[in-house]
């Protein structure tokens, strides 16, 4: 079992800025490929970033692309997306995910093939 937990968001003005982080426990972290994904009001869940699980390879929605960075901490366990530029549309609740057998370079946006979710953070991002 691994556990998740979101941290960071909030209320921010358009073309601001704000570091969500994932923080896990159980498992050994490097372990798992990591995603972050997001649902915002009425939408469907959508993948935004994902990450290898060396950190080297990274992933990211055309949306968000020049905007966000995912990064992760192997040392402190924990997952990072800073958002910068942020547009109204960015508006969500913001989920990490882990799998264990998924590859970067394969179906990271397979909402299915991910083992395990936290409980979400809430960005919103004012005009």
């Known amino acids: 079992q691994v556990q998740l937990v979101e941290s960071g968001g909030g209320l921010v003005q358009a073309g601001g800025s704000l570091r969500l982080s994932c923080a896990a426990s159980g498992r050994t972290f490097t372990n798992y490929m990591l995603g972050w994904f997001r649902q915002a009001p009425g939408k469907e869940r959508e993948v935004v970033a994902a990450?290898?699980?060396?950190?080297?390879?990274?992933r990211y929605a055309d949306s968000v692309k020049g905007r966000f960075t995912i990064y992760r901490d192997n040392a402190k366990n924990t997952v990072y997306l800073q958002t910068n530029s942020l547009k109204p549309e960015d508006t969500a609740v913001y989920f990490c995910?882990?799998?264990?057998?998924?590859?970067?370079?394969?179906?990271?946006?397979?909402?299915?093939?991910?083992?395990?979710w936290g409980q979400g953070t809430q960005v919103t991002v004012s005009s």
């Open positions: 995910a882990a799998s264990e057998t998924l590859r970067v370079s394969g179906s990271y946006y397979a909402q299915s093939l991910y083992d395990y």
């Open positions: 990450i290898s699980r060396s950190g080297v390879i990274t």
